[in-house]
């Protein structure tokens, strides 16, 4: 089949690359100048395991084209994908800028396309957008009606950063948001293909296509909050554990045991981002989500939980050595959008700590954010070189090479925060050699 996928952020890209390597003929239209050159050398413009090999092989293959012109590409193709980004405005509502500009262009494209051609919007948006702005844009451009002359579908996407790729390829579930019904079959006919009839394909009207995707990521955003809240109480028991509590949890299996792990709270560019959404989009609506209110709140509660830790630790800050080990907001990414580290970071510069940092794929990004403010280490033990004290922000894999012994000869004093559990505290050495402290631990 040939594709057209609008917009080379992660879920474009992503989604371009897979379609293509399984074989349809697909185009991917990015209009940014600097993403659209490194895309046609093969080049992601952001870290994703495995896809610059896969961008690689579609490019190769030609499979995949990479183009800034949309006028050329989409009436060659029978479907359009839209996965521009939908940033969050200030008071936490959705920009839907670039989303309007990609409806009116494409309409444009469509007013001389004979056949019936299906525009999906994978961008997350809340309910109503779909067959609102996207909708009047195509029309009003295109002069043509949405469900007659050309169909009109919405796909959330679940893909998280880092295993995006595999996300694509397994998915636990495809949701087919229609506005036609031609729309969904052929949407339902081209992912059966795709996936072989393993993954289940649910079809929707749009907006609770939409809504799913709003309240998956709230929810998520909410096991975080729920068991950060249950952390904070653990520290005040004597011998309680919450990675223990969490376990036991899991075990449930209608608790089930993801997105338990307890820690400095959840980062990156969706889960605050779309829970903001939606309660703005609640309280639009006269039907407030307190909860996720309360969700977000307690999310912004954890930089501060972590300060006062360290206040604990180390008395005054100003002055004080602090290594920070990871600035990603999750392992597998070089992505520090919302990273709790970063946040802690510029916390700490204003109480005059002195900050080494280190992390295995991000401290290019940190480096453009927060440029000479602090020191960046090559490795983790030379991050915490005569440091007064450690914090774990991120739980790269890599951390956990360091054994007590390192901390011992290399820090200053041998103070050990671990805001990400990355560490056995079972281990003897660690309780006694270190002074070890963890998010949810009173040992
Ligand atoms: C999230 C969702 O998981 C995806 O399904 C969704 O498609 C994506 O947002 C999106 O809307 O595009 P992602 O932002 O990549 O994916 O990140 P997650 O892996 O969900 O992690 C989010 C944050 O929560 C990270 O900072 C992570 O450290 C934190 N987290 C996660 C915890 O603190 N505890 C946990 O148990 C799990």
């Known amino acids: 089949m040939k594709i057209t996928v609008v917009g080379g952020g992660n879920v474009g890209l992503v989604s371009a690359c897979c379609l293509a390597d399984h074989g349809h003929q697909v185009a991917l239209v990015e209009k940014d100048h600097v993403r659209l050159s490194a895309l046609k050398r093969g080049r992601p413009p952001f870290y994703e395991p495995g896809l610059e090999d896969m961008l690689g092989k579609v490019l190769s293959d030609k499979t995949l084209v990479?183009?800034?012109?949309?006028?050329?590409?989409?009436?060659?193709?029978?479907?359009?994908?839209?996965?521009?980004?939908?940033?969050?405005?200030?008071?936490?509502?959705?920009?839907?800028?670039q989303l309007s500009r990609a409806a009116k262009e494409i309409g444009g494209c469509l007013s001389a396309v004979k056949d019936f051609h299906i525009v999906?919007?994978?961008?997350?948006?809340?309910?109503?957008?779909?067959?609102?702005?996207?909708?009047?844009?195509?029309?009003?451009?295109?002069?043509?009606?949405?469900?007659?002359?050309?169909?009109?579908?919405?796909?959330?996407?679940?893909?998280r950063e880092g295993s995006a790729i595999y996300d694509s390829l397994n998915p636990e579930r495809v949701i087919i948001g229609e506005f036609d019904k031609r729309s969904g079959d052929a949407l339902e006919a081209l992912y059966q293909a795709f996936y072989n009839g393993k993954a289940p394909i649910i079809r929707l009207p749009t907006s609770s296509a939409e809504?799913?995707?709003?309240?998956?990521?709230?929810?998520l955003a909410t096991k975080i909050s729920f068991i950060n809240e249950i952390a904070n109480l653990c520290e005040d028991i004597s011998r309680a554990d919450v990675a223990k509590i969490a376990e036991c949890m899991g075990l449930d299996s209608r608790i089930g045991p993801k997105y338990l792990n307890a820690g400095l709270g959840f980062g990156g560019s969706c889960l605050r981002k779309d829970a903001s959404a939606l309660l703005d989009y609640s309280n639009r609506k006269g039907r407030p989500l307190n909860l996720v209110k309360e969700v977000l709140r307690v999310n912004d509660g954890r930089i501060r939980h972590l300060l006062k830790m360290l206040r604990h630790q180390l008395g005054n800050l100003r002055g004080k050595r602090i290594a920070?080990?990871?600035?990603?907001?999750?392992?597998?990414?070089?992505?520090?959008?919302?990273?709790?580290?970063?946040?802690?970071?510029?916390?700490?510069?204003?109480?005059?700590?002195?900050?080494?940092?280190?992390?295995?794929?991000?401290?290019?990004?940190?480096?453009?954010?927060l440029g000479d403010s602090i020191k960046y280490a090559g490795s983790a033990s030379e991050c915490?070189?005569?440091?007064?004290?450690?914090?774990?922000?991120?739980?790269w894999p890599e951390f956990k090479r360091l054994k007590p012994e390192d901390f011992l000869a290399r820090m200053k004093r041998p103070i050990?925060?671990?805001g990400r559990r990355v560490y056995d505290h079972e281990q003897e050495a660690f309780s006694r050699k270190l002074r070890y402290v963890a998010i949810g631990l009173n040992l």
């Open 66 to 97: 990479v183009t800034n012109e949309l006028a050329n590409t989409l009436p060659k193709s029978g479907i359009t994908f839209v996965c521009v980004g939908t940033p969050s405005m200030r008071d936490g509502s959705q920009n839907l800028s």
């Open 120 to 159: 999906v919007v994978r961008s997350s948006v809340l309910p109503g957008t779909a067959e609102g702005i996207v909708r009047r844009s195509l029309e009003k451009a295109s002069g043509k009606v949405a469900g007659v002359d050309f169909g009109l579908a919405m796909q959330p996407e679940f893909l």
């Open 211 to 219: 809504l799913v995707k709003y309240a998956s990521n709230a929810f």
């Open 324 to 369: 920070i080990l990871g600035l990603s907001f999750k392992p597998g990414t070089d992505d520090i959008r919302e990273a709790p580290a970063i946040k802690l970071i510029r916390e700490l510069l204003k109480l005059k700590a002195v900050i080494v940092a280190y992390d295995p794929a991000a401290i290019s990004s940190a480096r453009a954010e």
């Open 384 to 395: 915490i070189e005569k440091a007064d004290c450690c914090v774990v922000a991120t739980e």
């Open 416 to 418: 050990v925060i671990d």
